[in-house]
């Protein structure tokens, strides 16, 4: 078993963490949504509502309304301001590497991420990941049914 | 044996272990309980001497480990007041297996369209989805009993969802998550008055207070070794006798057969109709002395001990603010179980943050999603107690309280 140091909660609760938590951005519902998706973690019952909008390719609006631990729900609006306006296919990469983030501890940290970067200690508490990826697997699930010509809702489970 | 909780703690080796520096204070007895030196040198002693399989070799070793393994199965029968051990008593991996058995083998043959099974609304999932696959598969329909805003059933609704069409009620016999300790005996003669068939859920019951099922006059009880100082991968079903040969198997193989051809095959006496292939020999062993470690101290005081500490707990995280605590308020009706919120700060932060302080403590849904909903909650943190845990140990979750305040401010409560 490799041994790393035992990780530090203040890795985990970090300020910026703790302030989309309980200040959580692009909450209210979206009028006019051309997708909606929801998320669900069994292991912990957490739920995310998701609101999209779309140009073409590109994301002009997008909103969540979520129940669920701090970390899942500082993701999400973390996530939902860094997306916004940005065209899928760099949505897609962003999401690779913000994954990749959480679970390969020697991955250099990317420098593209926003504030997400502060959910890097994430990876250091196993369980936890799921709760930082629920709002992700959400709007990958949202943006298949746009490419798919469906606005009907779905559940993702994460 | 007096009831001396220094004296038992001794006999745990994993008390001793730290966890993030601090000692390990082990709150997840629901969940499984640790287990003592006694279990641990059983599981040791057997494999070092008399490791064989059972039932079939005719050397010293099988003939030893196949009288320790059918030991542990008079033990267990004893401890539950079965009529016959020796035939009454089925070995299984763990509790959802003995009430899946039962739903398999008695569902399957005993239930028609339009008949009813009756649970309740704080069932775990292992009651409830057994029943459920069971039901589709027979056309049976389900009902469910109602709680009260206290966690008590409705005894009303006991009596109105108990009736001529009802064939099975499956009902716990402690709450995992509430605590509650709901009365079986009362409920089965209820349903015996219509000639339905009563499954208690023992696996909280069973290793935390007197279980007597010819008291109860239950017809199977289900429970698991693991949570009751005992290893992991024993669970043991009660059946009454006449009900268990009534039924087909519910696993075919090695072990449960008489004869067999081809064609067909004639089925083992009781138990072993039950016990398909190699069964968990080592766990079984050395779930006796689990029992004898219980039987020692006693149910009562085991009993007395838990009541004592789950009030205890009751008042203290009651006596916080932004604490809120789910179900009975008064230990002497319930199991040492205390499932509460803090402010609005989700039950996985707050057990990352005691995990931190070497508390384990159980946080989400508790297997029991339909209960968290009938609480308007999304899931509960929960510390559940043992023989082995004082006071001190209640005090150090408060105190961790305190650790959560000053990461999230005031119990979390600032979020809108």
């Known amino acids: ?158 | 044996m007096t009831f001396d909780i220094e004296k038992i703690r001794q006999d745990f080796p994993i008390l001793d272990r730290k966890v993030h520096g601090k000692p390990l204070v082990y709150l997840d007895n629901a969940a499984t309980t640790q287990k003592p030196r006694q279990v641990i040198d059983a599981l040791v002693h057997y494999y070092e001497h008399f490791n064989a399989n059972i039932h079939r070799g005719l050397h010293t070793l099988a003939e030893e480990a196949t009288a320790a393994y059918e030991a542990s199965r008079v033990r267990a029968g004893r401890f539950i007041n079965a009529a016959h051990p020796d035939q009454e008593i089925i070995f299984t991996r763990n509790t959802t297996e003995s009430i899946n058995l039962v739903a398999n083998a008695w569902g399957r043959k005993f239930l028609r369209p339009g008949d009813e099974i009756v649970f309740s609304a704080m069932e775990h999932h292992s009651n409830l989805i057994p029943w459920q696959l069971i039901a589709g598969a027979t056309g049976a329909r389900l009902r469910y009993i109602e709680i009260d805003a206290t966690g008590h059933l409705i005894w009303d609704d006991v009596l109105a969802k108990i009736g001529e069409r009802t064939k099975v009620v499956a009902i716990s016999q402690m709450s995992n998550v509430l605590g509650t300790i709901n009365p079986v005996k009362q409920i089965a003669e209820v349903a015996r008055r219509f000639g339905a068939i009563v499954l208690v859920d023992g696996a909280q019951s069973v290793p935390h207070m007197p279980v007597d099922v010819r008291d109860l006059d239950c017809d199977f009880l289900a429970f698991s070794a693991h949570k009751m100082l005992g290893p992991t991968g024993v669970g043991v079903l009660y059946g009454k006798r006449d009900l268990l040969d009534a039924m087909d198997p519910f696993l075919g193989g090695g072990e449960m057969i008489k004869r067999v051809t081809f064609e067909s095959s004639t089925y083992a006496d009781l138990p072993h109709k039950f016990e398909a292939g190699t069964p968990n020999i080592a766990d079984v062993i050395a779930f006796a002395p689990a029992i004898d470690y219980l039987e020692a101290l006693g149910m009562d005081a085991v009993r007395a001990h838990e009541i004592e500490i789950t009030q205890y707990a009751i008042d203290q995280l009651s006596a916080v603010e932004g604490v809120t605590v789910y179900g009975p308020a008064d230990a002497g009706e319930k199991g040492g179980a205390v499932t509460f919120n803090y402010g609005d700060l989700h039950p996985h932060d707050l057990s990352q943050v005691l995990d931190q302080e070497g508390i384990a403590i159980r946080a989400g849904h508790h297997c029991a999603q339909p209960l968290m909903r009938e609480l308007g909650v999304v899931a509960t943190a929960r510390a559940s107690f043992y023989i082995y845990n004082r006071k001190d140990e209640v005090d150090a979750l408060v105190d961790a309280l305190g650790a959560a305040d000053r990461i999230f401010g005031n119990g979390a409560t600032t979020r809108a």
Request: charged share 30%.
């Open chain 1, 1 to 158: 078993m490799v041994q790393r140091p035992e990780p530090e909660l203040d890795e985990l609760y970090r300020e910026l963490i703790l302030d989309h938590y309980k200040h959580p951005r692009h909450r209210d519902p979206l009028p006019h949504a051309d997708v909606r998706a929801e998320g669900y973690n069994p292991v912990c019952g957490d739920e995310v509502d998701m609101q999209l909008a779309f140009d073409g390719d590109r994301l002009t609006g997008i909103a969540l309304q979520s129940r669920g631990c701090s970390i899942s729900q500082a993701s999400g609006s973390m996530m939902s301001g860094l997306v916004e306006g940005k065209p899928v296919r760099e949505i897609r990469r962003l999401s690779d590497e913000f994954k990749q983030m959480l679970t390969d501890p020697d991955a250099p940290v990317p420098d593209d991420l926003g504030d997400l970067e502060a959910l890097r200690g994430v990876g250091k508490f196993a369980v936890r990941v799921k709760c930082a990826t629920l709002a992700w697997h959400t709007l990958a699930d949202g943006i298949d049914q746009h490419e798919q010509g469906n606005s009907a809702v779905t559940r993702e489970e994460a």
